[in-house]
């Protein structure tokens, strides 16, 4: 029987021990660790350009000194620092008892090395030197350059006598490439900032300058998308003349394009003006050769200066144009067209005289539109059928019509009807019905021919008052308190004075209807 026990954490136990017999004795134990737990912290440097010669520095802790390292848990070794391809590699560090700790680790590849010639003349005039520049990227860092392939220098420009050549490149790690390039050797630049021309106020151009330089510069910059490159947009809003200038090392090129500036037309929508409702007016706009209004639908012709227009409310109406060059009006203009309510005229309500009694007509401008005409119609016993207040003194029953208009010509109008009886008279129905239809609900005393309303009172059969008013346009709705009367007979007095101060009295009965 095995009475080892492997692989026992650190912690008090107890062994038990048992013969053939079933005898069983015990024992108790601790296991103690003596050395902290193995661990260790990884530093990658990456591979280089072909994906070899990466390193991993592991440092160690913990455990039972020395260590031993391994990449990939084959071979063992006292060196620290490990070499791999690029990739994710398993790493182990073991300990003098053998106790081991691994991890995978990712090592990345450096990126290839890319080169780019910047050629760039000395001199201006022809002379068979220059100056080329080479650039690197990828790799790792310390590029050394060269242009022969046997020199190679830290500095990355170089002095060239030699049309086409070579250039070279490598980092620390061994990587490298290279270029073959062709210089042009003192050539002048030049530069063509292009024609001149004219536009519009409130638009833009796009320059277009060609030459055979590297570096643009634009002056002046405020009305410039951009000052340094050879495409800007411009956008003046006066004539100007912009200067363009172009390096290729030390030579340098200069050229200029003059930009005119047509103003932009202003558009003139009209004064502000005032119509009556349900009639047409003509708007009158000016300042270009083609117009545009909005809204488009409330006109009967977007594209004319002078389109008809029938609002139907107070409407703003605007106006663009364009002048013979093409150019539009930077903003639109308004205008304004009021409308004048349709008057809303109120002649009186329809009543009764006693002839020959003068009778005051009063008509009213509900609107408010500040009516100025007045015209009544006809003119049959009207004191002034030019005023809003006539006096009418009637023989015969008649209509008046009361027409209004106001300053701009808007115009309202309304009926009166006048009821001419042959003497002052005092009128109450034989009955009604409070049945609230909105037809004959209400008792009311109608005088005709009166000058003062006294009074109109209405009695129960037991003598009751049941309504009392001295306002002829009150009436008894049947009820007392409140409460709804049932059918029924009832007796009325009424009095007034007439228009030739006699008082007139009148008794008679009603009856409610229910």
């Not at 490439?177 to 638009?203: H, K, R």
Request: proline content about 6%; some cysteine.
């Amino acid at each position: 029987i095995d009475s080892n026990f492997q692989n026992l954490a650190a912690g008090s136990y107890v062994v038990k021990i048992k013969d053939a017999t079933g005898c069983v004795d015990s024992i108790s134990l601790s296991l103690v660790q003596l050395y902290p737990d193995l661990v260790f912290t990884d530093q990658v440097t990456s591979a280089s350009c072909n994906g070899s010669n990466g390193k991993i520095e592991l440092t160690a802790s913990g455990g039972s000194f020395p260590y031993t390292y391994s990449a990939g848990g084959v071979s063992y070794g006292p060196a620290n620092i490990l070499t791999v391809n690029s990739g994710t590699t398993t790493v182990f560090v073991k300990d003098a008892n053998g106790c081991m700790a691994s991890k995978p680790v990712t090592v990345t590849a450096d990126p290839p090395i890319t080169l780019s010639v910047l050629p760039s003349p000395e001199v201006c005039d022809g002379s068979a030197q220059g100056y080329v520049y080479l650039q690197a990227a990828g790799g790792s860092t310390d590029y050394e350059y060269s242009i022969d392939g046997i020199n190679f220098q830290d500095a990355d420009s170089f002095l060239v006598t030699n049309n086409s050549l070579t250039a070279q490149v490598r980092d620390e790690k061994g990587c490298s490439a290279s270029l073959p390039f062709t210089v042009s050797l003192g050539q002048p630049v030049f530069v063509n900032a292009g024609n001149d021309t004219t536009i519009c106020e409130g638009t833009s151009l796009n320059f277009d300058a060609t030459g055979n330089a590297s570096s643009y510069t634009w002056t002046p910059h405020p009305s410039l998308s951009a000052f340094n490159i050879a495409a800007p947009v411009a956008s003046p809003v006066q004539p100007t003349t912009y200067f363009v200038k172009v390096t290729q090392g030390i030579c340098v090129a200069e050229d200029s394009v003059r930009v005119d500036v047509w103003k932009a037309p202003v558009a003139n929508a009209g004064p502000d003006s005032s119509i009556c409702y349900g009639r047409t007016i003509q708007l009158t706009g000016s300042g270009g050769t083609t117009y545009s209004w909005l809204p488009s639908g409330a006109v009967d012709d977007p594209s004319s200066p002078l389109p008809s227009i029938r609002p139907g409310r107070n409407t703003d109406y605007y106006l663009r144009v364009k002048d013979a060059n093409g150019c539009a009006s930077l903003r639109y203009d308004t205008v304004r067209i009021g409308v004048v309510p349709a008057l809303q005229v109120f002649a009186g309500r329809d009543t009764a005289v006693a002839i020959g009694q003068p009778f005051q007509l009063s008509a009213i401008d509900r609107s408010n539109s500040g009516a100025t005409v007045f015209e009544w119609s006809p003119a049959i016993g009207l004191s002034d059928p030019g005023i809003a207040n006539p006096a009418a003194t009637l023989d015969r029953d008649i209509s008046y019509t009361i027409t209004m208009k106001t300053a701009e010509g808007c115009e309202g109008s309304d009926q009166i009807s006048i009821r001419v009886f042959k003497s002052p008279e005092i009128f109450v129905p034989s009955g009604f019905t409070p049945d609230e239809d909105g037809r004959n609900d209400v008792l009311r005393a109608i005088p005709v021919g009166m000058k003062t309303f006294l009074y109109f009172k209405v009695y129960n059969r037991w003598g009751q008052q049941v309504f009392s008013t001295a306002n002829e346009g009150r009436g008894w709705d049947g009820r007392i308190n409140g409460v709804k009367q049932l059918t029924g007979t009832y007796v009325w007095v009424a009095e007034a004075i007439d228009y030739n101060g006699n008082r007139v009295t009148r008794r008679g009965s009603v009856t409610l209807i229910r």
